[in-house]
């Protein structure tokens, strides 16, 4: 059964920066992509950063040059380095895991997900 943890979020000022955590386990090698996703308060669910087993990385327009994504293969964990965060920023940010080949920022895209660590960036 395939588990995703995701820690690290918080209360960080404007500017600040954060790292999210994403911890996996009961992955096969069948996983092709992982991606961070978010959703604000009465806000629908949007792709942050992709990022393909080649390491091939996406991200979408609003955190571009200030957000990255990488991997630790040796913890199985995924990382979100989220830097100069802005109050916009606020949201529950979940990981997720596509077992098909390419990347997106599209819900249906991906097959597993976490159950979301908060992060709040205050004015």
């Known amino acids: 059964q395939v588990q995703l943890v995701e820690s690290g979020g918080g209360l960080v000022q404007a500017g600040g920066s954060l790292r999210l955590s994403c911890a996996a386990s009961g992955l096969t090698s069948d996983w092709r992509a992982v991606a961070w996703f978010r959703q604000g308060p009465g806000k629908t669910r949007e792709g942050v950063s992709c990022l393909t087993i080649t390491n091939y990385s996406l991200h979408a327009d609003s955190v571009k040059g200030r957000f990255t994504i990488s991997r630790d293969n040796a913890k199985n964990t995924v990382y979100l380095h989220m830097n100069s965060l802005k109050p916009e920023d606020t949201s529950v940010y979940y990981c997720?895991?596509?077992?098909?080949?390419?990347?997106?920022?599209?819900?249906?895209?991906?097959?597993?997900w976490g159950q979301g660590t908060q992060v709040t960036v205050s004015s």
């Open positions: 997720a895991v596509r077992t098909r080949p390419n990347c997106g920022l599209a819900t249906g895209w991906f097959d597993y």
